[in-house]
């Protein structure tokens, strides 16, 4: 299902929000600033026109966001001057505009050639993501010989963004050069076109992902997951988080404390099943949150009497 | 201008590399920040990333002199003591540590601007002359902060010499052996060999001409249109 940005005025905003229901897509936000509302939604392809046709109709306007959905890291060697603010935020920023949800992460000891390396905890952190964009720097020699052991063990596809001109880079999904270390920020054309260049790259790797996990999808979509959290969970509604349930390829991230509510979460029944027995539930390595994983079908073993998960790791 | 930066390779395999060429800018970009146009004479920076060495060689410009009472405030004499006046905000901080620290409780504030030292305590022309910072000092925190903002952040391993108004600091990630040292003084005891300018098409940052609307345009009167 492809997503949806809406910016318009609040005056007859829930005639959008009434069709997104009817047509079976999904709500993720809506954000109200005084008379103006913006709404990120799903609808199912073969449904856009009737969606375009009410824009049309309330003369707002419609963006498509190819990342929504998505999770992604935005990794940097340090979180250093040197490395930061710029292009990192310029980096994560551009992602978010195109709808995924950025989390940056400055590695402990990401710089340097021969001392460079990804810790345990970093790697799983990253691999909790959807993809990750690792903003590395301007020298050849390093990029070549050195930097690919941070991101040589990952799961999850790395898309590297550095200074010079490469073909590729090993262990990673893609390479786009000239947005190293930069001391400005990104304002030009030609600057905003090599963003423009990471996102693509970013919409690619998901892509695949997305085709990988269509061989053995889950029982249920992770944006049906979503909107059953939100709706069940009381909490959730006074969570101060940024999108309090975010949508990942794979399952969603809560905003919650995983001592408090994972018990919870897994007595939830969703779609006529305890989700304890249709999803692992875990510890993020982010701040005690909740990862949700739907697992795939092949690793459920649906009988008339109920659901089993057939191999373990149900709860870590 | 004098171009002040120089950025050259140490490996005639890389002489003009991508990261050859955007440590000048960042290097610029550094100074600039800093306001450090003036401070520094020539910035000399010698990379090998084979090595790997970074290393960084300021000429640091004249030695600013100490800031006085007279050069940041007003003094006046009156019946009731001696009135500072503060005119340079930037040195307020400065003055009113000097100023307890001669003077303690006996001094009145006026109002954000204006003290009075009461009369007797010290001569006004005594008081005009006395130092209220060294901005030298303050010179060279930024220095150093321009140089560490382009020395490779892994590059942990430091070797720092001062001699005269010339401070080198050699960089790695690996100890430095008294061989490199002497690579780089060897460099440098040559003269600077500047990038050509169009080895930096490209590099540089080329902002495109925008169109000017007309009632932006000089001599324009916008509330007439």
Known sequence: MPGFLFEGGGYRHQELLELVEDLGGSVLQTRTIGTEVTITFFVPQEDVGVVEDLVRDLQGKLKRLPLMGSEIAVVSPTITRHHLPHPLCDVAEYLRREGAKTNMIGLARGPGQRTCQLGVEERKLIEEHDAAVFVLGNFEHCLKEYKWKLFKDLSVPVIVTGGPELPSLPYAFSYISGMGRLPYRTRTFTEIGKLDEVARAVEKALEERRKKISLDPPLLSPLVLKGEIENRLEEIRKCGAPLPVTPRLKGVRVKLPYSRFAGVLREMEVAGYRLGEIAEIRRSLMRDYILVDLLPLSRLELSPKGVRAISGGMEV | ?225
């Open chain 2, 1 to 225: 201008m004098s171009e002040k930066v120089f950025v050259e390779s140490l490996d005639p395999s890389y002489q003009y590399g991508y990261g050859v060429l955007m440590l000048k800018v960042i290097a610029e970009h550094a100074l600039s920040e800093l306001s450090l146009g003036g401070a520094l004479e020539e910035l000399r920076i010698l990379v090998d990333m084979r090595k790997p060495l970074v290393a960084v060689r300021a000429l640091l410009g004249p030695p600013l002199p100490p800031i006085r009472v007279m050069d940041c405030a007003r003094v006046q004499e009156a019946a009731d003591g001696i009135h500072v006046v503060l005119l340079d905000e930037g040195q307020a901080p400065f003055l009113a540590k000097l100023l307890r620290e001669k003077f303690g409780g006996s001094l009145e504030q006026l109002d954000r601007w204006e003290v009075v030292v009461p009369a007797g305590a010290m001569p006004a022309k005594e008081l005009e002359r006395l130092v209220v910072s060294h901005p030298q000092e303050r010179m060279g925190e930024r220095i150093m902060d321009a140089l560490e903002r382009v020395i490779p952040v892994g590059f942990r391993v430091r070797y720092a010499e001062r001699e005269g108004n010339s401070l080198l600091i050699l960089a790695s990630e690996n100890p430095i052996p008294d061989g490199w040292v002497e690579e780089v003084k060897e460099a440098l005891r040559k003269p600077p060999s500047p990038i050509p300018p169009e080895k930096m098409e490209g590099i540089r940052r080329k902002v495109e001409a925008a169109e000017i609307l007309p009632k932006f345009k000089e001599g324009a009167m916008p509330w007439r249109l």
